[in-house]
């Protein structure tokens, strides 16, 4: 008789921990020894995190877990169900690590400025490495994912971007009290995005590949089930060997194209792939056509 539990993969499931355990060192780290006692606002929950730490000596990661609970409950039917349960698994492992294993750390007591680029490139390696693994933190990105699940004409920079910029301003206002603070919460959101962006291909700017194989159907499937992305089959053939093959083109945003990559692997190890940047994609998922326009 089969256990019920047979369906877990715990090879991937201990990979993931493993990888939310060094992912979440990375971002406690950032945070807590060096964000934290420099008196500077964050952007995102952990911002959030560190007003409550000011305010009421609440902990960050409990602090984070707290704000991430009504949002989970709310965001929960917009995200699917395997994303939200793994981002819930790194929440928790990243909560946990910065509330018991950063305080072992000895806390950065020097320059505001050098606290802040340690801050964001630590958390911005932290980040990429869960979200290469298809899973997030909570908080934010939840927030993030289910606008634009129901406003999918808004770009995901967009969005982040505006929530960026209100927890700054928050956390200016209402604790640090510093134009200075301001102007180093600004760097430290401006240098995550470009570790990000270097890990990650890059937060929000469009891509296209065009994939040459022999499974086009099943990799558009694939491309569908790993990121939300709809494919286009084009027919191709070969001018040295003559065979016809089927030309998957994509379209999607810099986050996607690494799972996107990974997925074409995993269908065809033998596809031919193209990755292209794309200056600018219209349409349903990405920015929505301008409809004021006079020809």
């Given at each position: 008789?089969?256990?019920?539990?047979?369906?877990?993969?715990?090879?991937?499931?201990?990979?993931?921990?493993?990888?939310?355990?060094?992912?979440?060192?990375?971002?406690?780290?950032?945070?807590?020894?060096?964000?934290?006692?420099?008196?500077?606002?964050?952007?995102?929950?952990?911002?959030?995190?560190?007003?409550?730490?000011?305010?009421?000596?609440i902990p960050?990661?409990?602090?984070?877990?707290?704000?991430?609970?009504?949002?989970?409950?709310?965001?929960?039917?917009?995200?699917?169900?395997?994303?939200?349960?793994?981002?819930?698994?790194?929440?928790?492992?990243?909560?946990?690590?910065m509330d018991y294993v950063a305080p072992l750390f000895p806390v950065y007591q020097g320059s505001r400025l050098l606290a802040a680029?340690?801050?964001?490139?630590?958390?911005?390696?932290?980040?990429s490495i869960v979200f290469m693994r298809a899973s997030s933190t909570g908080g934010q990105d939840f927030i993030s994912v289910a606008i634009r699940k129901m406003k999918p004409h808004i770009t995901l920079g967009l969005i982040t971007f505006v929530l960026d910029v209100i927890t700054i301003v928050i956390g200016t206002v209402v604790v640090f009290k510093d134009v200075?603070?301001?102007?180093?919460?600004?760097?430290v959101t401006y240098l995550m995005?470009?570790?990000?962006?270097?890990?990650?291909?890059?937060?929000?700017?469009?891509?296209?590949?065009?994939?040459?194989?022999e499974h086009g159907r099943e990799i558009a499937r694939k491309i569908d089930e790993c990121s939300g992305r709809g494919a286009t089959i084009l027919r191709g053939q070969g001018t040295f060997s003559g065979e016809e093959k089927d030309v998957v083109m994509c379209?999607?945003?810099?986050?996607?194209?690494?799972?996107?990559?990974?997925?074409?692997?995993?269908?065809?190890?033998?596809?031919?792939?193209?990755?292209?940047?794309?200056?600018?994609?219209?349409?349903?998922?990405f920015k929505e056509d301008s409809k004021d326009l006079n020809f």
């Open positions: 008789m089969k256990r019920g539990i047979g369906s877990i993969d715990w090879k991937e499931l201990g990979i993931d921990i493993g990888v939310d355990i060094l992912a979440g060192i990375f971002i406690a780290a950032g945070i807590y020894n060096f964000a934290l006692r420099a008196n500077f606002p964050v952007a995102g929950f952990s911002g959030l995190a560190i007003v409550m730490y000011h305010l009421w000596k960050v990661g409990a602090a984070t877990l707290l704000l991430n609970v009504p949002v989970s409950i709310f965001c929960y039917r917009y995200l699917g169900k395997a994303f939200f349960f793994k981002s819930v698994k790194s929440m928790l492992i990243t909560s946990a690590i680029l340690c801050m964001g490139v630590l958390a911005g390696i932290g980040y200075d603070g301001l102007i180093y919460g600004v760097i995005a470009i570790v990000m962006d270097r890990i990650l291909y890059g937060i929000d700017e469009g891509k296209m590949t065009l994939i040459v194989t379209a999607c945003n810099n986050k996607q194209m690494y799972t996107i990559k990974k997925a074409v692997h995993k269908v065809d190890p033998k596809a031919f792939t193209i990755i292209m940047e794309s200056n600018e994609v219209v349409g349903e998922g």
